[in-house]
């Protein structure tokens, strides 16, 4: 049998850091996306917070017509999209552990 290992050399440990502790960007020589930056995500979060409050309050003064007796309780929708969300996790980690492959699966032989 041949030892020798063929194809790129394989990284095991931490992920390596480019430039000085504490830096947060893009290796040299790449592009800068928008999300890079702290302020940025941070800014998205805050956005996205901020429409969740807006959605939930106008719940409260918005007459939805359902088909349902269960559509019209308070929150409703948030909590069918949490739990279809979560529901969704739980399947995939399952899915994960049919589907998972070793690291050296498209090594050649």
């Not at 790129?8 to 040299?28: E, I, S, T």
């Not at 800068?32 to 901020?50: G, P, W």
Request: net charge neutral; glycine share 10%.
């Amino acid at each position: 049998m041949n030892d020798q290992h063929h194809g790129p050399p394989q990284h095991h440990g931490p992920p390596q850091h480019h430039g000085p502790p504490g830096h947060r960007g893009p290796p040299p020589g790449e592009r800068k996306h928008f999300f890079d930056s702290r302020r940025n995500a941070d800014l998205f979060f805050r956005a996205f917070y901020v429409l969740c409050a807006v959605v939930f309050v106008a719940e409260l003064f918005i007459d939805r017509h359902t088909e349902h007796p269960w559509e019209g309780l308070f929150g409703f929708y948030g909590l069918w999209g949490f739990a279809s969300f979560w529901f969704l996790v739980l399947v995939a980690k399952q899915m994960r552990k049919a589907l998972i492959r070793s690291e050296d699966y498209y090594d050649v032989d």
